[in-house]
């Protein structure tokens, strides 16, 4: 059974860092991409960012490209670095495992998914 856990959520202030981490277990896991998005009340979840399963290739989203980054350290173990964070970044966050091949930035590509972990940052 896979299994995906994210852990690092938070409260921070504006301006502040947090990491997040995206730990992966289960006996048929292979080495997928991960992404991570987010959900914030009222609007609709949204693509942060993806790293390949080597970990060689990054992506980002609009909203985050210079401040957040993701680094891998096994096909398990997988970090977003929040750097200057700002109030409209208050989500709940969730990584998720590319199982399906396609888009990154895609939602329904991803077959597995954490339960979220919740990120508030404070003006």
């Known amino acids: 059974q896979v299994q995906l856990v994210e852990s690092g959520g938070g409260l921070v202030q504006a301006g502040g860092s947090l990491r997040l981490s995206c730990t992966a277990s289960?006996?048929?896991?292979?080495?997928?991409?991960i992404g991570w998005f987010r959900h914030a009340p009222g609007k609709e979840r949204e693509f942060v960012g993806s790293?390949?399963?080597?970990?060689?290739?990054t992506s980002y989203g609009d909203s985050v490209k210079g401040r957040f980054t993701m680094s891998r350290d096994s096909w398990s173990l997988v970090y977003l670095h929040m750097n200057d964070l700002k109030p409209e970044d208050t989500a709940v966050y969730y990584c998720?495992?590319?199982?399906?091949?396609?888009?990154?930035?895609?939602?329904?590509?991803?077959?597995?998914w954490g339960q979220g972990t919740q990120v508030t940052v404070s003006s």
């Open positions: 998720a495992a590319l199982t399906n091949g396609g888009s990154v930035d895609v939602a329904s590509n991803y077959g597995f």
């Open positions: 289960g006996r048929n896991f292979g080495p997928y991409p």
């Open positions: 790293i390949s399963w080597v970990g060689d290739s």
